[in-house]
């Protein structure tokens, strides 16, 4: 099925560039078959010829995308007489098209991972439900099919997965849990508005929904009886699979033993920052405890979402008043919860419509609240995190220059690739870097408290580049990696072994840090060649708008050459 918004795409770029079209005709190819692979993605990105369908995870249609990504990486390599940007946007999905393989033939998440079969039928309903980019009553008729198809995905994950990491499995059960109330409450309350009194369509959604939650709660009881027990697999992926994750995903061939003591050194200056910046706050006290401290002043849960709300216009206006970045016009993100199905240990992130999508133009800025079942003392330990200081980085990051700005620069993304590619290292990269960059161009007025928030959040992301490689190259166990939080990150017993564990399924989250020094090498050599001509803002948005991806490549459109990024 070709899809509107590639066959215009690709007229744009026939009639721009001087090539033969070969590659513009290669490149609708191929996205028209990854957003056919990938459908709850492509609502996402505003691609809705498949809001009816969900990802098709049996071996069947595993295997066939396997084959069709041999034909489509041959056919790349014969295509030449390429012009500069399309020089560029080859090797992007070159290096995507091996990502892919990489994962299908070698990590096989498909075989070990259990959350991504009962998460990802959630995020797929709920795009249907949060942004109008169609009448209610046309989105019900995809949220009908994609909930008649879950039972589908449930098969495949009983099918498909047979010994997986104890880890994946616990957090799997999480999501299974709490997606079967997602179903029951905010999908049948939504449903039943957009249904506006058709008793026919509100038959047939109840009858797809039962199905659903009937799929969902025995995926929930299968997890927890059969699964679990023989749930023995190791989560490591090893040093060669990491590598090669990290060379066609983000473009970094750099030797691992280098990564590893880049990281490491980097940790280790900004624990010494933390120290030190602990010691101006309070030198009575350790520097746990002044962190402990700062952390004592933190939102009630039911203030929770109010008080990320007022983070928001602040930071715009410093962002406007010292000229940070040329920022497009865009409003702000709307501020809601997590929702149940993306809770596996993530406390904040940005949820935003994608570059073609010209509709419903929504952005959630969501945060996770804590889990009704738990103890009071565990609510405590996770809701010390969203203290003020703590809160702002993490706005940020998230909002203003971060996640939701990158948005807001898509429609100046120049090629269909560009808009539609996204390298971690990048998108993460860009976003932590700015978290350190605002406080240096004076967030905060100097605040050590500020200061030590940014800080606390580096370490974090620091920890996280260090204990992900040795998770997955060192034998590192989660409850090792645990204490590193703890003890080099400052983190909360309770939040560090959530971050430790996220290392075990996200085996290259090291990208935060790995992206803002690849950004900071960036920007130092870019300056260098503008010498007095250089402006901050202008760099800030040269490199936002070209898109989220691998900035090595940024670096070539740039600086004209490669060069070293790290």
């Known amino acids: 099925m070709r899809c509107c918004f590639l066959l215009f795409s ?9 090539s033969s079209g070969r590659f513009a005709r290669f490149e609708e190819e191929y996205w028209s078959k990854w957003l056919r692979a990938n459908p709850s993605i492509a609502t996402g990105v505003g691609v809705h010829d498949y809001d009816g369908r969900l990802e098709d995870y049996s071996l069947a249609a595993l295997h066939a995308r396997d084959a069709e990504l041999d034909k489509l990486f041959e056919k790349l390599q014969y295509l030449d007489g390429l ?60 949220v009908i099919s994609r909930l008649g198809e879950i039972p589908k995905v449930i098969a495949a994950m009983k099918a498909n997965v047979s010994n997986p990491p104890k880890e994946f499995t616990d ?75 990290l060379r066609f995903e983000e473009m970094v061939d750099t030797p691992l033993d280098r990564v590893l003591a880049i990281g490491e050194a980097n940790l280790e200056k900004d624990y010494k920052a933390f120290v030190e910046t602990a010691r101006r706050i309070d030198p009575t006290k350790s520097p746990a405890e002044v962190m402990a401290a700062i952390s004592n002043d933190h939102p009630t849960e039911a203030d ?87 809160m702002d980085v993490i706005t940020i990051h998230e909002v203003f220059p971060g996640h939701f700005t990158q948005f807001i620069f898509a429609n100046q993304f120049p090629t269909m690739t560009r808009k539609l590619y996204s390298a971690s290292s990048n998108a993460e990269g860009w976003a932590h870097y700015t978290e350190q960059m605002m406080l240096e161009e004076g967030y905060g007025n100097g605040d050590p408290k500020m200061q030590l928030a940014q800080l606390s959040e580096a370490l974090l992301r620091d920890c996280r580049y260090v204990v992900g490689i040795k998770l997955h190259t060192q034998g590192m166990t989660v409850e090792q990696g645990a204490k590193v939080f703890v003890e080099k990150g400052f983190q909360e017993p309770a939040n560090a072994y959530e971050e430790s564990r996220r290392g075990a399924y996200n085996p290259t989250y090291l990208y935060y ?41 940024i670096r070539r459109i740039l600086l004209g050459a490669d060069g070293e990024s790290l």
């Open 171 to 245: 957090l799997a059960i999480r999501m299974a849990s709490g997606s079967v109330g997602f179903y029951k409450d905010t999908v049948a309350t939504w449903a039943k508005d957009a249904a506006t009194g058709d008793a026919t369509a509100l038959a047939r959604f109840t009858a797809a929904n039962d199905g659903a939650v009937a799929a969902m709660t025995n995926a929930a009881e299968w997890l927890k009886s059969d699964l679990l027990p023989r749930s023995n697999g190791r989560y490591a992926i090893g040093p060669e699979r990491f590598a090669r994750k």
């Open 304 to 390: 929770l979402i109010p008080a990320t709300r007022r983070t928001l216009a602040s930071i715009r206006k410093f962002l406007v008043d010292r000229k940070i970045i040329d920022l497009p016009t865009g409003g702000y993100p709307l501020v809601e919860e997590t929702p149940p199905y993306a809770r596996s240990g993530s406390f904040a992130s940005m949820d935003s419509p994608g570059a073609y999508e010209s509709n419903a133009t929504e952005a959630f800025y969501y945060v996770t609240p804590p889990e009704k079942e738990w103890d009071a003392k565990h609510k405590e330990e996770h809701l010390r995190l969203y203290n003020k200081p703590v």
């Open 513 to 553: 840090t790995l992206g803002k020094l690849q950004v900071y090498k960036l920007r130092e050599d870019y300056k260098q060649q503008k010498g007095q001509a250089f402006s901050l803002a202008r760099f800030h948005s040269d490199f936002v708008r070209q898109g989220a991806i691998p900035i090595k490549l």
């Open 83 to 142: 012009t500069a940007d399309e020089t560029i946007d080859a090797e992007i999905l070159r290096s995507a098209i091996r990502a892919e393989m990489v994962e299908l033939r070698e990590v096989q998440s498909w075989k070990s991972n259990p959350m991504m079969y009962v998460g990802s039928p959630g995020g797929a309903i709920d795009a249907l439900m949060k942004r109008s980019f169609a009448p209610k009553r046309k989105r019900l008729e995809s």
């Open 10 to 18: 690709v007229l744009v770029l026939l009639s721009s560039c001087g």
